[in-house]
């Protein structure tokens, strides 16, 4: 059963740091690109950030550039997005997301649940 779990969200004041976890199993984490994506409300969603399957490259959103960093542990099973300097109008759901495929040929995309972050005073 493949599964993508998300945590580490939470309240913050803006200035503040957090850090998501998104821990996958039941698929080759190693053959997935990684991503995080944000959903606030009333809006569409949106990719944050971006990670291929051996880490060496990454991808930022324009706003998101030198606040946050994507990265990922192979060895785990986990990506990371550390976020700081966090402003109010980062609050949304962040949702994890893997790209790629286990066969070499039909590629899956998978989504986990998604984890709250709201940045306020």
């Known amino acids: 059963q493949v599964q993508l779990v998300e945590s580490g969200g939470g309240l913050v004041q803006p200035g503040g740091s957090l850090r998501l976890s998104c821990a996958a199993s039941g698929f080759t984490f190693s053959r997935y690109a990684m991503s995080w994506y944000r959903q606030a409300p009333g809006k569409e969603r949106e990719l944050v950030a971006g990670?291929?399957?051996?880490?060496?490259?990454?991808t930022y959103a324009d706003s998101m550039k030198g606040r946050f960093t994507i990265s990922r542990d192979n060895a785990k099973n986990t990506a990371y997005l550390q976020m700081n300097s966090l402003k109010p109008e980062d609050t949304a759901v962040y949702y994890c997301n893997a790209v790629g495929s286990d066969s070499g040929s039909v590629k899956s995309v998978y989504w986990g649940q998604g984890t709250q972050v709201t940045v306020s005073s």
């Open positions: 990670i291929t399957s051996t880490g060496i490259t990454t």
